[in-house]
Nanobody
Framework: QVQLVESGGGLVQAGGSLRLSCAASGRTFSNYGMGWFRQAPGKDREFVAAVSWSGGNTYYIDSVKGRFTISRDNAKNTVYLQMNSLKPEDTAVYYC?????????????????WGQGTQVTVSA
């Protein structure tokens, strides 16, 4: 089993920034690509960003390119999502999971279990 604990969400005005963290345990973290996913009210959970196991490759959906940056620290078993220039449409619960795929369009979560997520609310 893998345990994922997300943190760093909050309420921010449009144009503001937040940095999300995801602490993973239970498996060898560095073996996996890691991703961030989000679920807005009334919508399905969607992929947002992923980073390869080494940190050398990153993937983003078009709507966050140039605004969000994903990174990881394998020594700390932690993956981060720096979110800048936030927009109201970024409002969602953000989750992390191991991620598998070759492009942003094919990226999906690897594990069925999810953490509690962290709420990001962007006001206009």
């Amino acid at each position: 089993q893998v345990q994922l604990v997300e943190s760093g969400g909050g309420l921010v005005q449009a144009g503001g920034s937040l940095r999300l963290s995801c602490a993973a345990s239970g498996r060898t973290f560095s073996n996996y690509g890691m991703g961030w996913f989000r679920q807005a009210p009334g919508k399905d959970r969607e992929f947002v960003a992923a980073v390869s196991w080494s940190g050398g490759n990153t993937y983003y959906i078009d709507s966050v390119k140039g605004r969000f940056t994903i990174s990881r620290d394998n020594a700390k078993n932690t993956v981060y999502l720096q979110m800048n220039s936030l927009k109201p449409e970024d409002t969602a619960v953000y989750y992390c999971n191991a991620a598998i795929g070759t492009t942003a369009a094919t990226m999906r979560a690897l594990f069925d279990s999810w953490g509690q997520g962290t709420q990001v609310t962007v006001s206009a």
